[in-house]
């Protein structure tokens, strides 16, 4: 079973989702911190992404941000998080991200969420890590994106094996059950090839 000391999550930067998204971000750091499981993301203060990060904060628990410097002012680079690592770009960002977690998470989001998403999920068809992604669907908001999975899975452009690495969970506890439930990754990391 894999061991998760680090969880990066991906999620919106948006205030203006649904109030129950807020609930299950702050939920998820809190769950975070308990488990002993430090939470690494983009380094914002706005949206779902602020709110995961105070929670686990709150709860005693470390979160690292990685922010791209021309995204300081508007993603309010937080404050007061146990590091905040500025790069130079957003490919930079997405590497670190990939390099310092054991394990992703996806919560709801927009634009950047899904680019984030599915390049972790192709780095991992492409065997550059192998490392678990679980997609929090709560309240079925990532049902669409797992139909659009399907239909290319039925349509003969994604093969099954792949689409299996959306692991999916309803539930915040369900995340960690199935993060505890993945394999020990098989394949080394190539950090050099992204
Ligand atoms: P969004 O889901 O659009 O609210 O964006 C969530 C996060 O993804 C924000 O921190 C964005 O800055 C980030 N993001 C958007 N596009 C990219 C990208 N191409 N590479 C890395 N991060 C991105």
């Not at 984030?116 to 780095?123: A, L, M, P, Q």
């Not at 669409?144 to 299996?164: F, K, M, S, W």
């Given at each position: 079973m894999a061991r998760i000391a680090s969880l990066c999550v991906y999620c919106g930067s948006s205030d203006r989702g649904d109030a129950r998204h807020?609930?299950?971000?702050?939920?998820?750091g809190r769950a975070a911190a308990e488990r002993g499981i430090g939470i690494v993301f983009g380094g914002g203060h706005v949206g779902l992404m602020g709110v995961v990060a105070d929670a686990a904060l709150a709860a005693g628990g470390e979160v690292i941000g990685i922010?791209?410097?021309?995204?300081?002012?508007?993603?309010?680079?937080?404050?007061?998080?146990?590091?905040?690592?500025v790069v130079d770009s957003m490919h930079s960002r997405k590497a670190r991200m990939c390099a310092l977690a054991d394990a992703f998470c996806i919560l709801?989001?927009?634009?950047?969420?899904?680019?984030?998403?599915?390049?972790?999920?192709?780095?991992?068809?492409?065997?550059?890590?192998?490392?678990?992604?679980?997609?929090?669907?709560?309240?079925?908001?990532?049902?669409?994106?797992?139909?659009?999975?399907?239909?290319?899975?039925?349509?003969?452009?994604?093969?099954?094996?792949?689409?299996?690495?959306?692991?999916?969970?309803?539930?915040?506890e369900g995340v960690f059950e199935a993060l505890a439930a993945a394999p020990e990754p098989s394949t080394p990391e190539r950090p050099g090839r992204l």
């Open positions: 807020r609930d299950a971000a702050a939920a998820l922010i791209p410097e021309h995204l300081q002012d508007r993603e309010l680079g937080h404050g007061g998080l146990t590091r905040l690592e709801p989001g927009g634009l950047g969420t899904l680019d984030e998403t599915f390049e972790i999920v192709t780095w991992k068809q492409l065997r550059l890590h192998d490392k678990p992604v679980v997609v929090l669907n709560r309240d079925g908001f990532w049902d669409p994106l797992l139909a659009l999975v399907a239909h290319q899975v039925a349509e003969g452009y994604v093969r099954p094996e792949h689409a299996d690495f959306f692991l999916v969970a309803e539930t915040v």
